[in-house]
């Protein structure tokens, strides 16, 4: 079954937008996760590598938020993709959500199939 980690990344506490995100995941037939609020990224990578294992892994996304400093956000979400990496080349999906400023920081990255930041519709949320 199709199943979304999602998780407030670092010292990040704001989890409305995650809370928000995984009940459209589930109105689309999605198996959710929730790890919480400010969640080291090793607590994502241990729960990510579980689930690995017990489905394809085109069929799980790891979805994560960041909304406080860019900086700080992009130093957390290159660490992120870095750990992520033999996850990524196996074929699992990942998401970011964050304020503007943040996203723009972590497209940069490359590493993220989609970055939200916040302004879309949950249509385009759900497409």
Not at 2 to 23: Q, W, Y
Not at 52 to 62: F, G, H, M, N, R
Not at 72 to 101: D, I, K, M, N, Y
């Amino acid at each position: 079954m199709k199943t979304v980690i999602a998780a407030a990344l670092g010292e990040c506490v704001h989890v409305a937008g995650v809370s928000n995100f995984l009940r459209l995941a589930e109105l689309a037939g999605w198996r959710t996760e929730f790890l919480g609020p400010a969640v080291p990224v090793d607590e994502v990578l241990k729960a990510a590598q579980k689930a690995a294992q017990t489905i394809s892994p085109e069929d799980l996304l790891v979805s994560v938020s960041y909304r406080l400093t860019p900086e700080t956000g992009e130093r957390l979400l290159g660490q992120f993709a870095e750990e992520f990496s033999s996850l990524h080349e196996a074929g699992v999906r990942f998401a970011f959500a964050g304020p503007p400023p943040v996203a723009e920081r972590v497209e940069q990255i490359g590493f993220f199939e989609k970055i939200f930041n916040g302004s879309e519709t949950p249509e385009q949320v759900l497409a």
